[in-house]
């Protein structure tokens, strides 16, 4: 299993990017996403997670209204719209992925089994 994110990158405050994370050597349809953030000496902290079907999202409290997390089973790929950045934004970000039966998302880290390399972003005020 590979989970691979990319889009990271340097933006004014204010700006907006685009995370993607591709997926292989598993069936994303059968997996809960999301998407996680640690700045430096912080702990790793949950941004998004999205549901095995798309119908159900959850977002830390610091995101809601900027970000936007969706997934497009069919090309095996999550993504996520990051607009309005503030400068506390900065991170590096990680998707991951969790095996469920169910239509819950997940925001613990310690539940989900697959994680990506992580890709930076940095705002810049």
């Known amino acids: 299993v590979q989970l691979q994110a990319s889009g990271g990158g340097l933006v004014q405050a204010g700006g907006s990017l685009r995370l993607s994370c591709a997926a292989s050597g598993l069936t994303l349809s059968s997996y809960v996403m999301g998407w996680f953030r640690q700045a430096p000496g912080k702990e790793r902290t949950i941004v998004a997670s999205?549901?095995?079907?798309?119908?159900?999202?959850y977002y830390a409290d610091s995101v809601k209204g900027r970000f936007t997390i969706s997934r497009d089973n069919a090309k095996n790929t999550v993504y996520l719209q990051m607009n309005s950045l503030k400068p506390e934004d900065t991170a590096v970000y990680y998707c991951?992925?969790?095996?469920?039966?169910?239509?819950?998302?997940?925001?613990?880290?310690?539940?989900?089994?697959?994680w990506g390399q992580g890709t930076l972003v940095t705002v810049s005020s």
């Open positions: 991951a992925a969790k095996r469920s039966f169910s239509t819950a998302q997940a925001i613990r880290s310690i539940d989900y089994n697959y």
């Open positions: 999205i549901s095995r079907s798309g119908g159900g999202t």
